[in-house]
């Protein structure tokens, strides 16, 4: 039973990323990640997001796998860890063959620790 619930907590911390190896890789022009803001909500409802992330909502990104790059490494965020839309993100993308992981603190971790975010216009 005990190897059982390792294998179990091993797996589901393999689909997480944390908020240093993405902030180690920010504004790199070789950076292997992407990140993603896959929240549902329209920019005056956002407002902010982790600077330089990429905005495709959730329910919108099975239309938009196309204009990914299948090199590179897609991290997802929702506003925070415990909804379900940077889960749905991930399915979706790791369904189609893409590196992803979702961002372990998602939005309110990042902020929370004054990690650089953007206003969105």
């Not at 790199?28 to 495709?56: C, F, M, T, W």
């Not at 399915?91 to 971790?109: H, M, P, R, T, V």
């Given at each position: 039973m005990q190897t059982k619930k390792i294998e179990l907590l091993e797996t589901y911390l393999s689909l997480y990323i944390d908020h240093g190896t993405v902030l180690d890789n920010t504004g790199k022009e070789d950076?292997?990640?992407v990140v993603l803001d896959v929240r549902n909500a329209p920019a005056h409802i956002k407002k902010d997001q982790i600077k330089g992330a990429k905005a495709i909502p959730?329910?919108?990104?099975?239309?938009?796998?196309d204009e990914l790059d299948k090199?590179?490494?897609y991290v997802v965020y929702d506003w925070t860890a415990g909804t379900t839309?940077?889960?749905t993100a991930l399915l979706?993308?790791?369904s189609n063959?893409?590196?992803a992981y979702e961002l372990g603190c998602a939005l309110e971790g990042w902020k929370g620790m004054n990690l650089p975010i953007e206003t969105i216009e």
């Amino acid at each position: 039973m005990q190897t059982k619930k390792i294998e179990l907590l091993e797996t589901y911390l393999s689909l997480y990323i944390d908020h240093g190896t993405v902030l180690d890789n920010t504004g790199k022009e070789d950076s292997p990640y992407v990140v993603l803001d896959v929240r549902n909500a329209p920019a005056h409802i956002k407002k902010d997001q982790i600077k330089g992330a990429k905005a495709i909502p959730a329910r919108d990104l099975t239309n938009h796998l196309d204009e990914l790059d299948k090199t590179k490494k897609y991290v997802v965020y929702d506003w925070t860890a415990g909804t379900t839309l940077g889960k749905t993100a991930l399915l979706i993308l790791l369904s189609n063959d893409f590196k992803a992981y979702e961002l372990g603190c998602a939005l309110e971790g990042w902020k929370g620790m004054n990690l650089p975010i953007e206003t969105i216009e």
